[in-house]
């Protein structure tokens, strides 16, 4: 065998070698069952944050559904952040799938995935507004961004839950109701809430339109 053929065979065998699991499966039961599901890195960081800002919450509320890392009743928002292994996230780099007993993990990420869409469902239905925290949006390349971005969503929620009313004039027959007082005000109508990402990608899009106008001067 040649050097060169030497060292291809060694590049394949390194590359089986760490695409293997290294542990028994007793073993990697419990590795896998010793990670903290609970007052996690990323759980401590977003809660410090929070709290340094003002805001308060209450942590794991049993009556709702999924239990949510951070409820937050004054905004009526629910706060998950979600591991990306455990949770699937998907086109993420930090979540990869096990080679070993694949069909098993790949089962149980699936409902995973699943459940989480159920519970935010149901937490919709109930009025809560649901934000989802990713572990990789909290690296330090990106923290900042993140929780800028999570304290504006929060504070949009409260002036969106609690605008008031417009007063309307009566040429505005189709969104105007008499009340009792006969004074005449806006129907106002119940706002879905939006998901945190859509949330992001308007922040986004406000900060470039005053940039573009900025520059148009």
Known sequence: MSP???DWAFRVL????FAM????KEKRHKVMSAIR???TKPELIVRKFLFRQGFRYRLFHSRLPGHPDLVMRKYRTCIFVNGCFWHGHDNCKA???PKTNTEFWQNKI?????RDKDDQQKLAQMGWHCITIWECQLKPAVRQQTLTALEYTLNAIFLQ????PAIIT?????TAAITESGMETATIKPIAPKPYAALQEEDQDNQAAIAAEELSK
């Not at 699991?21 to 028994?24: A, K, L, N, S």
């Open 14 to 17: 390194h590359k089986k070698a």
């Open 21 to 24: 699991d290294v542990f028994d």
């Open 95 to 97: 979540f990869k799938m």
């Open 110 to 114: 699936s409902r995973n995935k699943q």
């Open 4 to 6: 060169s053929q030497g």
């Open 161 to 164: 839950d609690h605008a008031m």
């Open 37 to 39: 599901s609970k007052d």
């Open 170 to 174: 009566p040429d505005n027959k189709e």
